[in-house]
């Protein structure tokens, strides 16, 4: 599948629930309204749109939220979907998590294939933790990490850079990262969703200044790694590591994008930052055959946009796109 830019598409995330066991600041309220169920699609829906998108010339597939180890019967989507692994029709199956389910659910993924994951964290402390998540419990995702790592799986931390939340454990993140044989990419906060106030404007924190930082402690050289997602990394001399830099504010990334979302309610979106979408719910429920789904997709990514436009001023809203992350997923 190739875009009007000449794109191939070749990346789906997957949003599988809106649902989640945390309501992190910038992320969520905390009294979020979730969907009703019939809304959602349900295991095997999201099993054939999959299976499509893999069809259709995807090859890395990443499933996220909400929390996508709290949708009941994930497992089940997951060791279905890794059939496309063995055939050789997908590379990668992949996952986005909070890590608070992965101590039940480690060994299993592994077992289904799935080699590597994404874990978001942003602090190291116990009471910033709860404080990020307004409830949730440092030590569960600390558990969950070394299931993880017992079970073989290969382990990315997110973290969300905050100033004056985790700006003064950046140091720590990276050497204990660096302990554990993890990788990490820090992410600059996006503009996404109704969170309440100005909260997320006042929490900005350029990771241009968060590099300078880490450049006084530690030795990063540039490398030509890339994801074809709007990450730059950079190898840490000290750790061994690589460290990432997520900057969707700061930086134009879209030229290289291999990539779309698909809501949990089957709204196909071709860019992050726009609001242009497919419904490809109704292509699944109103046909038995995927023929209608595999055009709606084809004709959804021939609209794919060239760029985002992501503002965050403050004399403007400072929501440029309204959806929630955990509605298209990070
Ligand atoms: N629940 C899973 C998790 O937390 O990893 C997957 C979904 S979560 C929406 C995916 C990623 O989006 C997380 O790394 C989270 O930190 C990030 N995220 C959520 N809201 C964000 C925002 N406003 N700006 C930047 N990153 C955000
Ligand atoms: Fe949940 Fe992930 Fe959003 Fe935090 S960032 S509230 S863990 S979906």
Known sequence: MQDPFGR???????????????????????DMTFLPRREVLSIEELDRLCSAFIRLGVR???????EPLVRREIMTLIRSLSRHLRSGGLAELTLTTNGTQLAKHATALAA??????????????????????RWGKLENVLTG???????????????????????????????????????????????MGDIGGERRLEQYWPLSML???????????????????PAR????????????????MTHNFCESC???????????????????????????RESEGDARLEAAIRDAVSRKPKGHDFILDRRASNVSVTRHMSVTGG
Request: proline share 2%; aromatic share 6%; hydrophobic share 40%.
């Open 112 to 133: 289904a294939g799935v080699k590597r994951i994404n874990v978001s964290l942003d602090t190291l402390r116990p009471e910033t933790f709860t404080g990020i998540t």
């Open 258 to 284: 291999n990539r779309v979302r698909v809501t949990c309610t089957g709204q196909l979106f071709m860019c992050l930052g726009q609001e242009d979408n497919a419904d490809l719910r109704a292509a699944l």
């Open 8 to 30: 191939h598409i070749s990346y789906l995330r997957v949003s599988v629930t809106d649902r989640c066991d945390l309501r992190c600041v910038y992320c969520m309220a905390e």
């Open 60 to 66: 890395k597939l990443r499933l996220t939220g909400g």
């Open 145 to 191: 990490l070394a299931a993880a790592k017992d079970a073989g799986l290969k382990v990315k931390i997110n973290t969300v850079a905050l100033k004056g939340v985790n700006d003064g454990e950046v140091h720590d993140l990276v050497a204990w990262c660096g302990a554990q044989g993890f990788d990490l990419a820090f992410i600059e906060v996006m503009p």
């Open 211 to 229: 590099r300078a930082d880490l450049e006084r402690r530690w030795t990063l050289t540039e490398t030509d790694f890339r994801t074809g997602g």
């Open 233 to 248: 990394y950079v190898d840490c001399l000290e750790t061994g590591q690589r460290i990432g830099f997520i900057t969707p």
